[in-house]
């Protein structure tokens, strides 16, 4: 009697996945040419799910599939696209024309690891809601947009867009758990994304990301390979950047932020590569009396704001309550403007302590 409750309660749990899972499958081998948009400024997580599932459309189901990227992948993060064929991955920065007519002339559209077509660019965010392919979310961040997609996948209880794409890619009825089924080149790329979107195991861990790892590496993946080119593999200039940061600019106000403002002054010091501040965010957090850490990285008339927390304080309320942003609990980010929100780039600093302030005395 207690065997057959729990098969009624696991069927009634599951069945609507596999109903999303078998949709799925039936897009994906209808469709003919297939496109993939990340988030601007793209991550490991997003070059991760994106190439990995661009991988398995091509070898495993033959499709004409790619990745769309906004802005141009850093270079610590290349080697993920680099393992794949020429042209499963588009860079919009290189060449917009070619971006926009891939997503235009694409049959099945997905977004990954970017809970709405907003967090692309404008151009793409337009293409995207124009065309008339179906399209599908594959995503981990709070509030997904989900009046946009035909089909969506969405967990924030997990460690990345990686995690959740390789539960979905594991439960489609060509794989059927069978990782020896899936391109190498797929797998690497998304234990480099869950990596990356975990800090290195550091935070957003949950049981099944351990699991995950552990699957990845009995498969073959070689780690210590992923590891040594995501973190071993930077620039000299990298190193000094973040020493100086550390040294000469991180400031910590008495409610235990500290902050950091990457300007183009300092960018043109040490030649500043987009990508090279990855991880900076996380080092303030190592000091007892810091709960949330914030680094301002200066673009053409905004700030690119990155937001960290310790349990306890809501990075995501912050970013969306003061930098037009949002994300995970304790890992969000954001955009500062001016002259819209500040007057000129240099009024950053006034700002973040009036706003910080307004927060913790909340």
Do not use: W
Not at 121 to 147: C, F, G, Q, T, Y
Not at 299 to 310: A, H, L, M, N, Q
């Amino acid at each position: 009697m207690i065997c057959n409750i729990i098969f009624v309660i696991l069927f009634v749990i599951l069945l609507p996945r596999m109903d999303k899972i078998k949709g799925l499958y039936s897009l994906m081998e209808g469709a003919s040419r297939v496109s993939m948009a990340v988030h601007t400024h793209p991550d490991g997580d997003a070059l991760g799910s994106g190439m990995a599932l661009a991988g398995y459309l091509r070898e495993r189901l033959g499709k004409d599939a790619a990745v769309v990227v906004p802005d141009s992948v850093p270079e610590s993060l290349s080697f993920i696209p680099d393992s794949f064929p020429e042209g499963s991955l588009i860079d919009y920065a290189d060449d917009p024309e070619k971006a926009i007519k891939r997503l235009s002339d694409s049959d099945l559209l997905f977004c990954l690891d970017c809970s709405s077509f907003s967090r692309t660019n404008p151009r793409i965010e337009e293409a995207m809601r124009s065309s008339k392919a179906p399209k599908v979310l594959v995503d981990h961040h709070l509030d997904p947009d989900v009046a946009a997609f035909d089909l969506v996948f969405s967990r924030a209880d997990i460690s990345s867009t990686c995690e959740l794409l390789f539960g979905i890619l594991k439960s489609l009825p060509d794989v059927r758990g069978d990782l020896s089924r899936l391109p190498m080149n797929a797998l690497e790329a998304l234990m480099a994304g869950m990596t990356t979107d975990t800090n290195n195991f550091a935070n957003s861990v949950f049981p099944g990301t351990m699991d995950m790892a552990s699957e990845l590496i009995a498969a073959g993946v070689d780690r210590d390979r992923i590891l040594d080119l995501l973190y071993n593999r930077y620039r000299e200039n990298r190193l000094r950047l973040m020493g100086y940061m550390l040294h000469d600019i991180m400031r910590i106000t008495p409610s235990g932020v500290a902050y950091m403002i990457l300007d183009k002054e300092i960018q043109d010091r040490f030649d500043f590569r987009q990508g090279e501040s990855e991880g900076f965010v996380n080092l303030p957090l190592a000091v007892s009396s810091v709960r949330m850490s914030l680094l301002l990285t200066e673009e053409d008339g905004r700030f690119r704001v990155s937001v960290r927390s310790k349990r306890g304080v809501s990075a995501n309320l912050f970013a969306r309550g003061f930098f037009h942003g949002g994300g995970h609990e304790r890992a969000a980010g954001g955009r500062l403007y001016f002259p819209e929100d500040i007057p000129s780039h240099g009024d950053a600093e006034a700002y973040i302590l009036n706003v910080t302030e307004e927060f913790f005395r909340r």
